[in-house]
C-alpha cells in the first residue's frame, strides 16, 4: 500500500484565519514532503521533514509553518495568508534513507488540500 | 543549474495512436529519474523510476525508457483513461526533485 492522505480535501480562509493542513502515511517512511502547485505548473517544494526533524526549508514564508508531530503525521499550520497563496498543497512521503545525499527515494504523493485564500 | 525540459507541452492523440513523451534533463548528479501522471486537481501518481541509463519498464500501455540525456515515456495504443498531465522529475540528491512542467495528453475517443 503507497497511500498518503490529506485532510481537508477544501479549505476556504480568510486572511486574519488560522488553520492547518494534515497529512499521513501508514507505510512507515521517514521522510515527509510539503509542496505548493499552482494551476499548470509543477510542484514546488516547501518543506523535508527526515526523522521527524526539518532538514529543508526552501525560504518559504514564516505564515506556513511545518511541524512533525510523529513519524506518520506531518501538519502545515497557516497564518495571515494571502490571495497569492492559493494552490493546491501536496504532501509526499518517502522511505528516508539515511544519508539525503544518496537518497534515492521515490516520493509517493497524497491527494492535495485545495486552498482558497480570501 | 539542474534543469528538467517535457516536451511536447501538450499533445492530442486519437485512441490506438501510439506516441512518445519526451523529458530532457541537465542535473550534477542524477540520483533517479521519475515519471508521474496528474490527474486534473489531484496528487500526482507513481508510475516508474528509473535509475540507469539503458534502463526500461513497462506498465501496462506504458513503457519509461532513459538516456545519460532524456527519457522518454512510450504510450502504446493510449486509450482515452490515458488522458492526463504527465509530469517527469530529476532527484538531484538531497531528497530534492526537480520537476519538468509536464506534458497535458488528451487522448481522443
Known amino acids: 500500500d503507497t497511500e498518503v492522505t490529506q485532510t481537508p480535501k477544501h479549505l476556504v480562509m480568510g486572511m486574519t484565519n488560522k488553520k492547518s493542513l494534515k497529512c499521513e502515511q501508514h507505510?512507515?517512511?521517514?521522510?515527509m514532503y510539503w509542496y505548493k502547485q499552482k494551476a499548470k505548473k509543477p510542484p514546488e517544494l516547501m518543506f523535508v521533514y527526515s526523522y521527524e526533524k526539518l532538514s529543508i526549508n526552501e525560504s518559504v514564508p514564516s505564515r506556513f509553518s511545518p511541524e512533525c508531530p510523529n513519524s506518520s503525521l506531518l501538519n502545515l499550520h497557516l497564518h495571515a495568508l494571502q490571495p497569492e497563496d492559493s494552490a493546491l498543497y501536496l504532501c509526499?512521503?518517502?522511505?528516508?534513507?539515511?544519508?539525503?545525499?544518496?537518497?534515492?527515494?521515490?516520493?509517493?504523493f497524497g491527494p492535495g488540500t485545495r486552498l482558497t485564500v480570501l | 543549474e539542474d534543469q528538467v525540459t517535457q516536451s511536447p507541452e501538450a499533445l492530442r492523440l486519437q485512441e490506438g495512436e501510439s506516441s512518445s513523451l519526451n523529458c530532457s534533463y541537465t542535473?550534477?548528479?542524477?540520483?533517479?529519474l521519475f515519471w508521474y501522471r496528474q490527474d486534473p486537481g489531484k496528487g500526482p501518481e507513481f508510475l516508474f523510476t528509473l535509475y540507469s541509463a539503458g534502463e526500461e519498464k513497462e506498465k501496462e500501455r506504458l513503457k519509461a525508457t532513459l538516456t545519460k540525456k532524456e527519457s522518454f515515456l512510450h504510450i502504446t495504443a493510449p486509450k482515452p483513461e490515458d488522458s492526463a498531465t504527465y509530469l517527469c522529475a530529476a532527484n538531484t540528491g538531497f531528497q530534492k526533485l526537480v520537476f519538468g512542467t509536464g506534458t497535458r495528453l488528451l487522448v481522443s475517443p
Open positions: 507505510m512507515g517512511h521517514r521522510a
Open positions: 542535473v550534477s548528479g542524477l540520483r533517479g
Open positions: 509526499a512521503s518517502s522511505q528516508g534513507t539515511l544519508g539525503t545525499e544518496t537518497s534515492t527515494d521515490t516520493q509517493y
